[in-house]
Every structure is written in structure tokens, then in C-alpha cells.
């Protein structure tokens, strides 16, 4: 059973960069899946960030593309998140997940909540 | 952008009384590509059903999703204590992928 688990800080100043790593355990990143960022303000929705693939390739929403960069390190098996110029509106708990082709969102992180403030 | 649509907002409903929610599209879900998950307040949501009636794994018989094109529907039929959460639909047959608005289901 894969698992996930979020790491990075939990306050960013406005700005600044937001950096999450996310490990996984349980199995190996370099599968035929491929791995994920999905973020939900306090009391909000949720929001898909981007996508990665072991072998670095990228998919990254339209409304984030200019502030995201998403990169894999195969040798520690984890993967990470860099959200660049961010405002009070990035507030929110960050979730990692594993996509498995035709079936979508099967495991996620905890998530770790990053809080936009000076 | 696929736009989905979940209605009702909130549910209000008893024990042992059926659910059923709708999702919505702005236009026809490639390949039916549409999941359902689960939140309960504080964690992370959990796969229900994924290519719009596939249950995922370990997830009760009571759960069952149908539709398709533009227009989805999760369906409990009978309610436990441990089902009153919020639920969202997702397609992820187009990018970017998109989650519905959600709606929330309340011991009535």
C-alpha cells in the first residue's frame, strides 16, 4: 500500500516561494502512475495544482502554470512543488496524490496546511 | 475548462435513508472519466468511484455512481453514521482536471 506524506514549512511570507516535498513509501515513483498537487483553501473546494511523471514530465493548470514548477528526484523517491509570488489566496492545505491511469486520485497525502502571512 | 456542477449544496437525511447526488458537466466527460470521493473534516478526501460506476477498492456496496456524458450521480442507499461528509465529484478526462463544488451530507 502506497503511502504519501507532505513536508515544508507552514508559513511563507507574501511573495515569497512556496515549497512542499511530498515521499513516497510503499512503492516506487517510477511506475506507470503518475504524481500530483491538489490544494483546498480553508472551507473551500478543491483545486488540481499539476501532475508529474517519473521522468519529468509535466502537467500543470492553466490558472498556476506561471508560478508552478513540479520536479522529481527518482533516487529519494519523492517529488515536489514550488509555488512562486504568493498572496494570501495560496493559503491552504496542500495534498500530495498518486494518479493511476483511467482511475484517477487513489492515494493521498494528509496534507500540509501553508499559511500566507507576514 | 470542464465546469462541473454539484447539486444539492447540503443534504439533509436520516439513517438507513438513500442519497443520492448529481454532478453536473459544462460539456460530455471524455471516456466517462468522472470520480467520486469522500471528505470527512480534517482529512484527506478518499477515492469512492472512478470512471463514473467502477467502486474503488474496499469501498461498500452501498456506494454506487452512474450516469454519463454530462450528467453523474453517486447514490448511497443507505446511510451509515460513518457517510456524513462532504462529497465531490472530479473528471480527469480532459485537462485541466477539474473537481465539482461539493455537497455536504448532514445527519438531518
Known amino acids: 500500500q502506497v503511502q504519501l506524506q507532505e513536508s515544508g514549512p507552514g508559513l511563507v511570507k507574501p511573495s515569497g516561494t512556496l515549497s512542499l516535498t511530498c515521499a513516497v513509501s510503499?512503492?516506487?515513483?517510477?511506475?506507470?502512475?503518475?504524481w500530483s498537487w491538489v490544494r483546498q483553501a480553508p472551507g473551500k473546494g478543491l483545486e488540481w495544482i499539476g501532475n508529474?511523471?517519473?521522468?519529468?514530465?509535466?502537467n500543470y493548470n492553466p490558472s498556476l502554470k506561471s508560478r508552478v514548477t513540479l520536479s522529481v528526484e527518482k533516487s529519494k523517491n519523492q517529488f515536489s512543488l514550488k509555488l512562486s509570488s504568493v498572496t494570501a489566496a495560496d493559503t491552504a492545505v496542500y495534498y500530495c496524490?498518486?494518479?493511476?491511469?483511467?482511475?484517477?486520485?487513489?492515494?493521498w497525502g494528509q496534507g500540509s496546511l501553508v499559511t500566507v502571512s507576514s | 475548462e470542464i465546469v462541473l456542477t454539484q447539486s444539492p449544496g447540503t443534504l439533509s437525511l436520516s439513517l438507513g435513508e438513500r442519497a443520492t447526488l448529481s454532478c453536473r458537466a459544462s460539456?460530455?466527460?471524455?471516456?466517462?472519466?468522472l470520480a467520486w470521493y469522500q471528505q470527512k473534516p480534517g482529512q484527506a478526501p478518499r477515492l469512492l468511484i472512478y470512471?463514473?460506476?467502477s467502486r474503488a477498492t474496499g469501498i461498500p456496496d452501498r456506494f454506487s455512481g452512474s450516469g454519463s456524458g454530462t450528467d453523474f450521480t453517486l447514490t448511497i442507499s443507505r446511510l451509515e453514521p460513518e457517510d456524513f461528509a462532504v462529497y465531490f465529484c472530479?473528471?480527469?478526462?480532459?485537462?485541466?482536471?477539474?473537481f465539482g463544488g461539493g455537497t455536504k451530507v448532514e445527519i438531518k
Open positions: 508529474i511523471y517519473h521522468s519529468g514530465t509535466t
Open positions: 470512471i463514473a460506476s
Open positions: 496524490a498518486r494518479i493511476v491511469p483511467e482511475i484517477s486520485f487513489d492515494s
Open positions: 472530479q473528471q480527469y478526462g480532459s485537462s485541466p482536471l477539474t
Open positions: 510503499g512503492g516506487s515513483i517510477s511506475t506507470t502512475n503518475w
Open positions: 460539456q460530455s466527460v471524455s471516456s466517462n472519466y
